[in-house]
């Protein structure tokens, strides 16, 4: 079933099935970010209140823990599974008395996109805003057990959250520009982590425009509010504010859910371009959209991981009979 990554990434950019032409230019609605909130803008709902940030169990090894790296296929650089970029280990999250999600252990592939689906209510949301922490300060979350990225706990003593946010970018279901310029919005978080002097920050924000597509519709207005563009235009820049940093891996959480066929599609268009330098996780209720863009599938159903793996297997071969459910739209 685990068939190599590295080969995965690379059928998945020419994949011909996924009939998704290049990147398109795009209109719609999107959703974003996350990673600057640390910046000092206001964050999405949800971020306020305290938490008793839970101290995670220490987890050893988790690179030399990969299967492929104990392979004696190891000479071979094609025959080797890189290591987890995430990797989650006894995983338990939840809110007040309520576990949400139980004993959750996983590794996410580097260089591909994986596709989070389940049912609503299932912790689509809670999974992916704990990759980067953004749930630590919500009233009542708690977790146990550990997230490993490049094999260091996110929660160890000394993690700086902005730090961990840059590396891990988040797109929300609702756009989020800051109350700043369109172009201020782009490089926001190239200047808090001072990625760029201040010369190259316009070539920096047209280089992310032209990428998500936006160029052409903001390049006479990027001192103008964001809060004119339409609403898909605001994700695509939130989109650009996201990628302006770099980020390592790229957490979607239906980021095309209110958009329209043709936004929807240039952003899947982009992010096969996306793929392999970045990481990309998406939730999605649209099981063609997860068949369309992942290459690997993690299905959560009643608190469990119910199964993970190559997204055809999943799809036509589930080894569990919830996930032939869910993915033959009996439910969910
Ligand atoms: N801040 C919170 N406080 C208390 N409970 C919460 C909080 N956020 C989420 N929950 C609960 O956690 C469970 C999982 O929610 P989550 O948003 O992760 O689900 P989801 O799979 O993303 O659902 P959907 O597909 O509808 O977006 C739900 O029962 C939800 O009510
Ligand atoms: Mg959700």
Known sequence: MASDPARRAVSIQADPAGRLPGQAMATSHAATDGEFRAVGQAGPAGQTGSDGQTAAATVSSPAAASPAAASPAAASPAAVGPAPVIRAVGLTLSFGERDILRDISLDIRPGVVTA????????????LRTFNRMNDKVTGYRHAGDVLLDGDSIWQSGTDTMALRRKVGMLFQRPNPFPMSILDNVVSGVRAHRLAGRGQLREIAERRLREVGLWDAVSGRLKDSPFR??????????LARALAV?????????????????????????????????????????????????????????????????????????????????VSGRFG
């Open 246 to 326: 770099d980020p390592e891996v790229l957490l979607l959480d239906e980021p095309t859910s209110s958009l329209d066929p043709v936004a929807t599609e240039s952003i899947e268009a982009l992010l096969r371009t996306l793929i392999p330098q970045l990481t990309v996780i998406i939730v999605t209720h649209n099981l063609a959209q997860a068949r369309r863009v992942a290459d690997r599938t993690i299905f959560l159903n009643k608190g469990r991981l119910v199964e993970h793996g190559d997204t055809q297997q999943v799809f036509e071969n589930p080894a569990e009979e919830e996930t032939a459910h869910y």
């Open 229 to 238: 563009l339409s609403g898909g235009q605001q994700q695509l820049l939130c």
């Open 116 to 127: 989070l689906l389940g049912p609503t209510g299932s912790g689509k949301t809670t999974l």
